[in-house]
């Protein structure tokens, strides 16, 4: 019991300083429902905050496995449902690099915020927030079409989830 304390303590304090140390992704199993426990959600935050701090790279490896290891533990978690729906993702279109953010975003708000994780509908507004702030920053490299844009705008206008439901 001390033990598993100590690596959720660990893990907090590891993911909220944003290192850049990663786990080794491939030695994690995902494979049954006992493999989803605090360490393996440790390593989804610290997957999800590494993707969300570090600018979009098409040949960075370790945003390429950190993402891979998202959507293998959004796709197998018995603690938590993800929806992609249409229009919060419409940004996204024709770009897997926010798509993969976008779900980035949505495991390190359910993860960070277990109140609120059976709600599709904050959690679809609090990711989105997250990819806006991280378009917003430049060093992200993160080119603005049109439908991010409006979202950005809505979420200036305090109208974000009025724009996200309808």
Same mark, same amino acid.
């Given at each position: ?7 959720i ?5 590891? $993911? $909220? $300083?944003?290192?850049?140390t ?17 360490a393996?959600?440790?390593?989804a ?12 790279? #098409? ?15 959004? $796709? ?37 915020? #277990? ?7 904050k959690? #679809?507004?609090?990711a989105?927030?997250l990819?806006?702030?991280?378009? #917003? ?30």
């Amino acid at each position: 019991m001390k033990r598993l304390i100590f690596v959720i303590i660990f893990g907090l304090f590891t $993911s $909220s $300083s944003f290192a850049q140390t990663l786990p080794d992704f491939d030695a994690i199993k995902l494979d049954k429902r006992e493999d989803f426990n605090a360490a393996a959600d440790n390593a989804a935050l610290q997957a999800s905050n590494f993707l969300l701090s570090t600018a979009l790279e #098409k040949n960075n490896l370790d945003r390429l496995k950190s993402l891979e290891y998202v959507i293998k533990w959004m $796709s197998g978690t018995p603690d938590y449902s993800f929806t992609l729906d249409e229009q919060a993702t419409k940004f996204a279109k024709k770009n897997d690099d926010l798509l993969g953010l976008y779900m980035a975003a949505m495991t390190k708000y359910v993860l960070e915020n #277990k109140e609120d994780s059976k709600d599709q509908n904050k959690i #679809k507004l609090n990711a989105v927030k997250l990819i806006i702030e991280y378009a #917003k920053n430049e060093k992200n490299k993160v080119k603005l079409n049109s439908e991010l844009k409006k979202a950005i705008e809505a979420d200036n206008k305090g109208q974000l989830a009025e724009y996200l439901n309808h």
